[in-house]
């Protein structure tokens, strides 16, 4: 069982940055991936960016050139820099990791992009 929990959303105007974070309660070394996901109200939620063991990564192309994801294996840790904030990018933002076998979720932290 991995513990996430998910840190450093606001309310930023548009144009801003935000950095999130995520700690996880065990070894995110032997996970296949880490990524951050988005749930907009009414919406589906869906992959924002993902970073593989090998440290891969892949985004929608909706925030590409605009967000980063990074992992510290040494303290189990997963961030996600969002910069260029748009309103459309407003949803509650999760941690996820996949184990393979096993997926685990953070309860999510609120972006919100507004003047």
């Known amino acids: 069982q991995v513990q996430l929990e998910e840190s450093g959303g606001g309310l930023v105007q548009p144009g801003g940055s935000l950095r999130l974070s995520c700690s996880a309660s065990?070894?995110?070394?032997?996970?296949?991936?880490m990524g951050w996901y988005r749930q907009a109200p009414g919406k589906e939620r869906e992959l924002v960016a993902r970073?593989?063991?090998?440290?891969?990564?892949n985004y929608a192309d909706s925030v590409k050139g605009r967000f980063t994801i990074s992992r510290d294996n040494t303290n189990n840790m997963v961030y996600l820099q969002m910069n260029s904030l748009k309103p459309e990018d407003t949803a509650v933002y999760y941690c996820?990791?996949?184990?393979?076998?096993?997926?685990?979720w953070g309860q999510g932290t609120q972006v919100s992009v507004s003047s």
């Open positions: 970073i593989t063991r090998s440290a891969s990564t």
């Open positions: 065990g070894s995110i070394s032997r996970a296949d991936a």
């Open positions: 996820n990791a996949d184990y393979g076998l096993y997926q685990y």
